[in-house]
């Protein structure tokens, strides 16, 4: 399990390994942390006293002196995996849910009409609608959209790379999410 690194304002900045997140406990950059220990790391023996060196990781932590994260104001990058996530492996035209290698990244406005490979031009869809619309608008192809796209915030985005993510973790983001967000449902 990855560890979910924040900047000391509470902001998701990446997520780490626990070997890294304890150079950080090592070198006392934790500001702060979140939910109980989830690994325990250990080192040497020391000579005089006998005892092996441990750092109890946590799920989150805060580092001290990070710079605020650029992330926080940036588009996040979109991909098949973070984008079928978004859309719950729903087909955005049939309403069907599909395995990942059924479905496809659907372009409501064609590249090759103009449109953005961007969140709010990219939905799900199924290999089987999208080859219907093909080279159309949806309305072109007497298809319509069951749900809209739109651009996931920074804390959504941390949910959706994809990653095996601890309950405090989880409840942590999804704090931040907007209600609207169909990672809610």
Partial sequence: MDVLQLDVSGRPQAWITPKEA???????????????????????????????SRIEVHPII?????????AWRAVPTITNTKLFVRDRNICAYCGGRFVFEDLTREHIVPVSRGG?????????????????????LPEEARMSLLYLPYV????????????????DQMEFLLASVPRSSRLHA
């Fill in 116 to 136: 953005e490979d961007a969140w709010m031009n990219c939905i799900t869809a199924c290999r089987s609608c999208n080859g219907h619309k093909g080279n159309r």
């Fill in 62 to 70: 805060a580092v001290r002196g990070s710079i605020p994260s650029r």
């Fill in 152 to 167: 996931p915030s920074l804390h959504e985005d941390m949910i959706l790379r994809g990653r095996r993510i601890l309950a």
């Fill in 22 to 52: 304890a150079v950080i406990y090592a070198s006392d950059g934790v500001a702060w942390t979140l939910g109980d220990t989830c690994h325990v790391l250990r080192g040497g023996t020391q000579r005089a006293t006998g005892r092996q």
